[in-house]
Nanobody
Framework: QLQLVESGGGLVQPGGSLRLSCAAS????????IGWFRQAPGKAREAVSC??????????YYADSVKGRFTISRDNAKNTVYLQMNSLKPGDTAVYYC????????????????????WGQGTQVTVPS
């Protein structure tokens, strides 16, 4: 079976940094699109970032709200995708999830949560005001 496990969340002051990890089992992570989503209380689920394979190259995507502050990366040896979050703001407070569609997504489809069938359990990120 395909499984994803997030870790690395916690409480950090505004302007601080966290690195979230998404560890995969049951498949080779580098062959698939991996997306990061977040959901705050009372708000809709939001696509944050994505890393995807397109032929021999790697493509990354970022939501406008995190562009320039967050960086997605992968460690193939550890079968893990990371989300480095810098310059954190109170608006970043949410439960963060990683997800896989079980394949590769292209173009604007990366942000569509309905395309992802495998989800992790989530990890809480809190940035107080």
């Amino acid at each position: 079976q395909l499984q994803l496990v997030e870790s690395g969340g916690g409480l950090v002051q505004p302007g601080g940094s966290l690195r979230l990890s998404c560890a995969a089992s049951g498949f080779t992570l580098s062959r698939y699109t991996i997306g990061w989503f977040r959901q705050a209380p009372g708000k809709a689920r939001e696509a944050v970032s994505c890393i995807s394979i397109t032929g021999p190259s790697t493509t990354v995507y970022y939501a406008d709200s995190v562009k320039g502050r967050f960086t997605i990366s992968r460690d193939n040896a550890k079968n893990t995708v990371y989300l480095q979050m810098n310059s954190l703001k109170p608006g970043d407070t949410a439960v963060y999830y990683c997800a896989s569609p079980g394949g590769v997504l292209f173009g604007s489809r990366w942000s569509e949560s309905s395309q992802y069938g495998t989800w992790g359990q989530g990890t809480q990120v809190t940035v107080p005001s």
